[in-house]
């Protein structure tokens, strides 16, 4: 007997998942928005079919995605990289657009925000990095240098589009890859220790202020006292929670939420969860967390049989991306951490996030398919 490697491996799991978390998420967008899209728009499927036709197109963008050899993205990591950072600097020109109070959107034929390019960005620029850098990653210098890429990205993301949400979340893939890539553990403990002081140092000094002028701070304000601003700044946390707490363990049933009538203000958007827990309850949230975590499961077991160190790191990028949006969105609607605007990936609406996101799932299954297992081939 001997081991014959099969190089023609398929993660028709990860396609799955990802189809099962996109028709739910579909469900639900229809039956959070179809009362305002009536209302608004005069068709109770505008929303759905928009987010349907997304969805469809970008599923078939994913499946050609993963044909194509990652590899090319090792030689293009500068050019994305600097190209992130160009489409950014665009949305201050004329054809930056504006909505909901926010410049983050451009304008070239499509409308889509570049910040979201920036996401892919470092995941691919700094896998190149780590890779090339190869045994020299341990050092400081290295590490500094990698979290300085992220962090040009993060900072712009922040100046360029006021896009707070997008830069954490980038900010967040850096510190996830160089914690990867390093071989030592303790500095990475020892300041994320320093960081929750300092933290909890702002939050303590900001829960004694009277109301803050500056928005970003106030945020945190109403995150630690939303019944004090249920009149203004703390109203959609507050009828969120209200949602939630309403929904019990089973929910008042699919299509039955009250606050999605209006008292959730763009609840198809960031809150959708809140009109989850409303309608199909605790049952409801813990399905779809769980969608969630085989998802990240079937990432984790791609980066872990990748068939080298750039494919997984690709992949790990893709996984810490993924991890970190769910967390926030569910934090922020649980009332757990201030509002940050984060989508929840694939359900909540919007064309650009699954545009990018079905991209990743695109990589991911374009690693996947150069894995080679080792099966057992018997001679006579």
Request: with cysteine.
């Amino acid at each position: 007997m001997f081991y014959k490697l099969k190089s023609d491996y398929y993660d028709f799991n990860l396609i799955a998942v990802i189809i099962l978390i996109m028709c739910f998420g579909l469900i639900m967008l229809y039956s959070t928005s179809s009362y305002m899209a009536q209302i608004k728009e005069g068709d109770d499927m505008f929303y759905f079919k928009k987010q349907a036709l997304y969805s469809i197109g970008c599923l078939f963008l994913a499946i050609v995605v993963s044909y194509l050899d990652y590899h090319i993205l090792a030689k293009l990591a500068f050019p994305i990289y600097l190209g992130a950072i160009f489409l950014m600097a665009l949305v201050k020109t004329p054809l930056g657009v504006s909505s909901h109070g926010a410049r983050r959107w451009l304008k070239l034929g499509v409308q889509f925000q570049p910040a979201e390019i920036a996401k892919i960005a470092v995941i691919v620029t700094l896998s190149y990095m780590i890779v090339h850098m190869g045994k020299k990653v341990k050092t400081l210098k290295a590490a500094m240098t990698l979290l300085g890429l992220g962090g040009i990205q993060a900072l712009c993301a922040y100046v360029l589009t006021e896009n707070l949400s997008t830069a954490i979340i980038i900010f967040g893939i850096t510190v996830g890859l160089v914690f990867i890539a390093h071989p030592r553990t303790k500095p990475f403990v020892i300041v994320g220790l320093v960081v929750v002081v300092l933290l909890a140092i702002l939050v303590y000094s900001l829960s004694h202020m009277d109301k803050s002028s500056n928005f970003r701070l106030r945020r945190i304000q109403v995150w630690l006292h939303p019944e004090d601003y249920a009149g203004d700044d703390g109203y959609q946390t507050v009828q969120a929670l209200y949602a939630i707490g309403s929904g019990g363990f089973f929910g008042r049933g699919l299509g039955n939420s009250i606050q999605k009538l209006g008292s959730v203000p763009e609840a198809q958007n960031d809150m959708i969860f809140s009109i989850i827990c409303e309608e199909l309850g605790v049952f409801g949230a813990i399905m779809v967390l769980s969608l969630f975590a085989y998802l990240l499961y079937r990432l984790f077991f791609i980066a872990q049989n990748a068939p080298d160190m750039f494919g997984s790191l690709l992949v790990s990028g893709i996984f810490v991306h993924i991890a970190l949006q769910v967390i926030m969105n569910v934090a922020v609607v649980l009332n757990l951490m201030p509002n940050t605007g984060v989508t929840l990936p694939f359900i909540s609406y919007g064309g650009t996030s699954i545009l990018f996101l079905m991209s990743e799932m695109g990589l991911a299954l374009s690693v996947a398919r150069q894995i080679k297992f080792k099966e057992p081939e018997f001679i006579l």
